[in-house]
């Protein structure tokens, strides 16, 4: 079984800034390249993707639009730790944050492309962590 645990979120106005973090423990290989994507979501609307980054490769990344220029995401040398840098935020940033995981993942294509694409769903991922709240003030 795999655990993925987010840390990092707060409350901040509008403007400044957060990192969060997301942990993968478990049953898993890390040696075997893997899709991580970043979520959020208000209650009573839809989940949205913000960024995904596939582990293999070149590590390569994808932005939604709202977000672009905004925040990173990036991986640490054991590609079990996931960081969301979160800059110049704005108060409709404001959600519950969720990281996961696809281990079925083929290739970059099939993660960051797809975000780039639009078609990156979460229905493609099979781990999910409880999620950290961020709270950004006007």
């Known amino acids: 079984q795999v655990h993925l645990v987010e840390s990092g979120g707060g409350s901040v106005q509008a403007g400044g800034s957060l990192r969060l973090s997301c942990e993968v423990s478990g049953y898993f290989y890390s040696g075997n390249n893997y899709c991580v994507a970043w979520f959020r979501q208000v209650i009573g609307r839809e989940r949205e993707v913000v960024s995904a980054?596939?582990?293999?490769?070149?590590?390569?990344?994808g932005y939604a639009d709202s977000v672009k220029g905004r925040f990173i995401i990036s991986q640490d040398n054991t590609k079990t730790t996931f960081y969301l840098s979160m800059n110049a935020l704005k108060p409709e940033d404001t959600a519950m944050y969720y990281c996961?995981?696809?281990?079925?993942?083929?290739?970059?294509?099939?993660?960051?492309?797809?975000?780039?694409?639009?078609?990156?769903?979460?229905?493609?991922?099979?781990?999910w962590g409880q999620g950290t709240q961020v709270t950004v003030s006007s």
């Open positions: 980054i596939y582990t293999g490769g070149t590590g390569a990344t």
């Open positions: 996961a995981a696809d281990f079925a993942s083929h290739g970059s294509w099939y993660c960051s492309g797809a975000l780039r694409r639009g078609q990156l769903r979460g229905s493609s991922f099979d781990s």
